[in-house]
T-cell receptor, first 113, second 116 residues
Framework: QQQVKQSPQSLIVQKGGIPIINCAYE??????FPWYQQFPGKGPALLIA?????SEKKEGRFTISFNKSAKQFSLHIMDSQPGDSATYFC????????????FGTGTSLTVIP | DGGITQSPKYLFRKEGQNVTLSCEQN?????MYWYRQDPGQGLRLIYY???????QKGDIAEGYSVSREKKESFPLTVTSAQKNPTAFYLC???????????????FGPGTRLTVL
């Protein structure tokens, strides 16, 4: 059973566009929601993370929007660049489970020059 | 230069052989994790360890074994009982341990295992 559902599976945008990746969860005990970026053949790296006490967090061109009532959160990439082409994973965890992360299935993003 | 190292980067084994993947971290983290990554399935947790000499099964532990004899090392053995072992294996660590806190997981570069 997938604890975190992620969509779309793949996404192609033009340079400068704003790709949006969505994630949904069921377990209301989740209290930490990170996004990871992974380039081919590499391990994932933390991009940005949010806790449920805020509805939005921005770091540079990356923004997380969080809707607690809908149990959804999304990643927006402003002014996307070809260098942003990568696979993006959302995740969720709860502090009570010793930091066990539940990952979405990933979104492959391609930014066309 | 702190980080997580996994070796080797590529590994080939014959079907029926056990193989051990190495994971070492010098971040002084208490918690370590093993994930398996397959196309379209994201990262699935195999085993995790919050402290030395203690580890728990993740969602897909069957056919795998681990040990945690040292804080900095968390090797994963893929046994012959694992029916479909060909995959990309990722090791991660976090400050974690038994302290309740929000901790980023840091990932190693991965090992791609191919069973022939």
């Amino acid at each position: 059973q997938q604890q975190v559902k992620q969509s779309p599976q793949s996404l192609i945008v033009q340079k400068g566009g704003i790709p949006i990746i969505n994630c949904a969860y069921e377990n209301t005990a989740f209290d930490y929601f990170p996004w990871y970026q992974q380039f081919p053949g590499k391990g994932p790296a933390l991009l940005i993370a949010i806790r449920p006490d805020v509805s939005e967090k921005k770091e540079g061109r990356f923004t997380i929007s969080f809707n607690k009532s809908a149990k959804q959160f999304s990643l927006h990439i402003m002014d996307s660049q070809p260098g942003d082409s990568a696979t993006y994973f959302c995740a969720a965890s709860m502090v009570y489970t010793g930091n066990q992360f539940y990952f979405g299935t990933g979104t492959s993003l391609t930014v066309i020059p | 230069d702190g980080g997580i190292t996994q070796s080797p980067k590529y590994l080939f084994r014959k079907e029926g052989q056990n193989v051990t993947l190495s994971c070492e971290q010098n971040l002084n983290h208490d918690a370590m994790y093993w994930y398996r990554q397959d196309p379209g399935q994201g990262l699935r947790l195999i085993y995790y360890s919050q402290i030395v000499n203690d580890f728990q099964k993740g969602d897909i532990a069957e056919g795998y074994s681990v040990s945690r004899e040292k804080k900095e090392s968390f090797p994963l053995t893929v046994t012959s009982a694992q029916k479909n072992p060909t995959a990309f294996y990722l090791c991660a660590s976090s400050k974690g341990g038994r302290v309740r806190s929000y901790n980023e997981q840091f990932f190693g570069p991965g090992t791609r295992l191919t069973v022939l």
